[in-house]
Each structure stands twice: as C-alpha cells, then as structure tokens.
C-alpha cells in the first residue's frame, strides 16, 4: 500500500498544499496540488479561518497518512516569518485534530531529497518534482511545487511504507540537520523571532 503525504508550504497570502502518493520503491504519484490564497487586506483572523478551512477540507477528502510542513525558521522579515507561523499553527492543528503525525522538514532538506543539492533554486525544485511525478509541467506557483516536494520528501524518508492503523504516521528519528536545527532553536530561546 502506498503511503499518502499532504504537503503544506505555510504563507498567509500563498499557501500551497500538495498531496502524494509514494510506493516503497519510492515512486510518487500526484494526487492532488492547489494554493489556498487571501488577500493581505483581510483582517488576520480571517486569512487564518480560510487556511484553515481549505487544509481542514483536503485532509477530510483526500484522507493522508501523514503530514509533511516546512519548519519556519527566521528571517530578516519578521512579519513574513510570523505568517509563516500562524499558517503552520492552523496546518498543525488540522493535523492533530486527525490524529496524524506532522514530519517537520527545512527547506534545504527538502531540496537535497528532490534535487541533490541543499541550495537548489526554485526552478530547480520544480523541475524535479515534474520529473518525479512524471508532469508535463512545473506546478505553478512555486508553492504548488514547494508543497509537493516537501510531501515526497517526507514520503522518501519515512519509506513510503503507509501505517498500519489510520492516523499513526510511519516513525521516523530526526536526521543529523533536524538535530541540528533542533539544537540551534533551543540555543537561540525566544530571541530568534527578534525578541
């Protein structure tokens, strides 16, 4: 049986949710892709229920075994970085209220798994997940894409093997640069979102 991953590129204006399916031998098939999108003059609360909704939606239609979100991590914008958070919050509790495991994944893991390089650009990602999914064409916007390849990674590093039983997710022990990343967090406390 195929393990079916629902990736989520967290953003408040884009938000690309992508879903697999990933054999043992590790062969991906594209099951679904959109981008939830808001407009940045909705009032915050809102933007969020929409998010929300949709995720809340495509985990009801399309039943995965486990979801696959991109680790926020910090940057220069601390408004972009705290969108990034509040979408990843919605996603992580659409998750748990389904009982299913979140495999938290940096954006340079994800661009080794589908491409081979940590540092890859955007077209670079796309181009692969095409290939991989056997597309005709790049998933567009970029977080269509960016969905689908944190959801094959994901799929590729748990084994593509699925559960046993519904909303227990396949175990898997973080990698040397989740540990890592998990040291730096802790490290840096709060000051890392500015504070």
């Known amino acids: 049986m195929s393990l079916r991953v629902l990736g989520i590129d967290p953003g408040l204006t884009r938000c690309g949710v992508g879903i697999v399916d990933v054999t043992a031998t590790r062969k991906a098939s594209l099951v679904h892709v959109e981008v939830i999108e808001t407009p940045p003059d909705m009032p915050l609360e809102r933007r969020l229920l929409i998010i929300g ?30 969108g990034t958070a509040q979408a990843s919050g919605v996603a992580l509790h659409a998750a748990a209220a389904r009982g299913l495991a979140v495999g938290l994944h940096t954006p340079s893991e994800v661009k080794a798994a589908v491409t081979g390089y940590g540092a890859a650009d955007k077209k670079q990602v796309g181009t692969m997940v095409a290939r991989i999914l056997s597309l005709d064409a790049i998933p567009q916007p ?33 990698t040397p640069a989740q540990r890592a990343w998990r040291d730096a967090e802790k490290s840096a406390g709060v000051r890392r979102l500015g504070t």
């Open 53 to 82: 909704t949709g995720i809340a939606r495509l985990l009801d239609a399309h039943e995965p075994h486990a979801v696959a979100l991109e680790r926020v991590f910090a940057q220069h914008n601390l408004r972009t970085v705290m």
């Open 142 to 174: 970029a977080d269509a894409a960016d969905a689908l390849a944190l959801a094959i990674c994901h799929a590729w590093r748990t084994g593509g093997v699925a559960p046993a039983r519904p909303g227990i997710a396949a175990a898997s022990s973080l």
